[in-house]
T-cell receptor
Framework: DAGVIQSPRHEVTEMGQEVTLRCKPI?????LFWYRQTMMRGLELLIY????????DSGMPEDRFSAKMPNASFSTLKIQPSEPRDSAVYFC???????????FGPGTRLTVT | EDQVTQSPEALRLQEGESSSLNCSYT??????LFWYRQDPGKGPEFLFT???AGEEKEKERLKATLTKKESFLHITAPKPEDSATYLC?????????????FGKGTKLSVKP
């Protein structure tokens, strides 16, 4: 299996622009997670989906952030408008079932200038 | 509130010098404790899951142990390729169904 796939790997954008991050989970996994990692705050859960349905979005910082999972093999995390404080590494992870571990993608490094 | 604290923040070892990393946790009922390894520029890589006090798991030079308040990741005779950041995470019965609470990690450097 190719593992969790994320794109792009790096994104540099200007403040105010829309940013869309993409994720393809491992085939057969029914849960998908979006995390953000910074030096100050470490790894934080933003939102997670179970069977394509958002279950917990309490970690989404504000309304500028939105996430969708239109089918079992694709998810997006959108930031509109982006701000410099959104600069971080964003990870997507997937899990086969509730009792199992999460597998992480390689991450997208976002820089907002 | 569920919390995870890892210590030390950074650890430098000579090749072959065994040591331990600590993960202290406070949760409202532990559903699982997870150890991950993260290399620079990469996503966390799963190592172990522990579910109950007294449980131990091993993989090559790594051994993870669990008590009711903390977990240790023991590294025996480390090699330079063991250099990475090691993350600890917990899932609790009090948290949302899938949520993992991560510690800030311990950055391990092993010098030849």
């Amino acid at each position: 299996d190719a593992g969790v796939i994320q794109s792009p790997r790096h994104e540099v954008t200007e403040m105010g622009q829309e940013v869309t991050l993409r994720c393809k989970p491992i085939s057969g996994h029914n849960s998908l997670f979006w995390y953000r990692q910074t030096m100050m705050r470490g790894l934080e859960l933003l939102i997670y989906f179970n069977n394509n349905v958002p279950i917990d979005d309490s970690g989404m910082p504000e309304d500028r952030f939105s996430a969708k999972m239109p089918n079992a093999s694709f998810s997006t995390l959108k930031i509109q408008p982006s701000e410099p404080r959104d600069s971080a590494v964003y990870f997507c992870a997937s899990r086969q079932r509730e009792s199992s571990e999460q597998y992480f993608g390689p991450g997208t490094r976002l820089t907002v200038t | 509130e569920d919390q995870v604290t890892q210590s030390p923040e950074a650890l430098r070892l000579q090749e072959g010098e065994s040591s331990s990393l600590n993960c202290s946790y406070t949760v409202s009922g532990l559903r699982g404790l997870f150890w991950y390894r993260q290399d620079p520029g990469k996503g966390p890589e799963f190592l172990f899951t522990l579910y109950s006090a007294g449980e131990e798991k091993e993989k090559e030079r790594l051994k993870a142990t669990l008590t009711k308040k903390e977990s240790f990741l023991h590294i025996t005779a480390p090699k330079p390729e063991d250099s990475a950041t090691y993350l600890c995470a917990v899932r609790s019965y009090g948290g949302s169904q899938g949520n993992l609470i991560f510690g800030k990690g311990t950055k391990l450097s092993v010098k030849p």
